[in-house]
């Protein structure tokens, strides 16, 4: 027994030929071809796109600055803060912690706003 890439549907190795078949046949749908021509489409493609590498830089960034921090500076992570027991480095840590929950939440929004709104419009004018 085989799991699709969902990993929900348990599918037997019998009933994958029919599977394929079926996935073949939505590559050959003609609508295929004229959303993937159509130059709303393109924008919507090209925007998403500079906008997922955009924050997949600041996450990258973030994160291999705080691993920076760590490797090469580890005496300013050590730093006490007002000379309590915590030191600087755990409120850097809980501020990547947002900044990873708030660039998340952006591009959710963003998708479900404007993303979503123009896919709709794009399938609306293919059919």
């Known amino acids: 027994m085989l ?15 029919q599977i394929w078949r079926i996935l073949m046949n939505a590559s050959n749908d003609p609508r295929i071809e004229r959303i993937a021509s159509h130059p709303a489409y393109q924008r919507l493609r090209q925007t998403r796109n500079r906008l997922g590498w955009t924050l997949t830089a600041l996450m990258l960034l973030a994160y291999y600055g705080y691993i920076g921090l ?42 479900n706003k404007e993303f979503d709104r123009l896919t709709r419009q794009i399938v609306e004018e293919v059919q």
């Open 70 to 111: 760590i490797a090469f500076d580890k005496e300013f992570l050590a730093r006490p803060i007002n000379g309590g027991v915590s030191t600087i480095g755990i409120p850097i840590a809980m501020g990547l912690m947002v900044f990873t929950i708030a660039i998340t939440g952006f591009y959710v929004r963003r998708a």
């Open 3 to 17: 799991l699709l890439d969902t990993g929900l549907v348990p599918v037997s190795s019998s009933r994958l030929p």
